[in-house]
C-alpha cells in the first residue's frame, strides 16, 4: 500500500506572471512562469525544486485588482 506525503507549504513572491521561491532543503531560487491566465490566478502550485526535485506546493500572493 502506498504512503501519501504531505507537501511541505512554501510562500513565494509575484512578479507579472513570473512566481519566484527559493527551496527549503537545498536553498536555491527557482521560478514558476504561468503561460495562461487560469494559471495566473491560482493561489497555490505543485513544484518540484530543479536542483534536488523535491516536491513541495507553492502559496502565492494574491493577485490585486483581481475581479
Known amino acids: 500500500m502506498t504512503q501519501l506525503h504531505e507537501k511541505p507549504e512554501i510562500s513565494g513572491t509575484r512578479a507579472g506572471y513570473v512566481i519566484r521561491y527559493t527551496c527549503p532543503a537545498c ?23 530543479k536542483q534536488c526535485r523535491k516536491r513541495m506546493r507553492v502559496i502565492a500572493p494574491s493577485v490585486k485588482g483581481s475581479y
Open 27 to 49: 536553498a536555491s531560487e527557482n521560478i514558476i512562469i504561468n503561460k495562461t491566465p487560469r494559471d495566473h490566478f491560482k493561489e497555490s502550485r505543485d513544484a518540484s525544486c
